[in-house]
């Protein structure tokens, strides 16, 4: 079994910053990519940011230019920088990771328990 533990969510004011993180443990022959969703009430989950293992990044339009995504795969963890934040990245972000087991198996999704993050004045 892969887990995903992430943190650093919380309260901050339009403007600042957070960061952050998702360390994947368990058996782990090889990540393809980790990165985070977010979802705020009554809107559908949504991409943010991913990496892969090769460190090409992907952002959703609304994020470019204020987030950044980088990884460890050493640590099998991945941040994410989160500045200049707005009261419409309110939501609860979700790491996800695209891990192979096993050599011989095709890799499988795996969530995050989600961390809140609140942007308001």
């Known amino acids: 079994q892969v887990q995903l533990v992430e943190s650093g969510g919380g309260w901050v004011q339009p403007g600042g910053s957070l960061r952050l993180s998702c360390a994947a443990s368990g058996t782990i022959f090889n990540i393809n990519h980790m990165g985070w969703y977010r979802q705020a009430p009554g809107k559908d989950r949504e991409l943010v940011a991913r990496?892969?293992?090769?460190?090409?990044?992907t952002y959703a339009d609304s994020v470019k230019g204020r987030f950044t995504i980088s990884g460890d795969n050493a640590k099998s963890t991945a941040y994410l920088q989160m500045n200049s934040l707005r009261p419409e990245d309110t939501a609860v972000y979700y790491c996800?990771?695209?891990?192979?087991?096993?050599?011989?198996?095709?890799?499988?999704?795996?969530w995050g328990q989600g961390t809140q993050v609140t942007v308001s004045s």
């Open positions: 996800n990771a695209k891990i192979a087991r096993v050599r011989v198996y095709p890799p499988v999704n795996y």
């Open positions: 990496i892969t293992n090769d460190g090409i990044t």
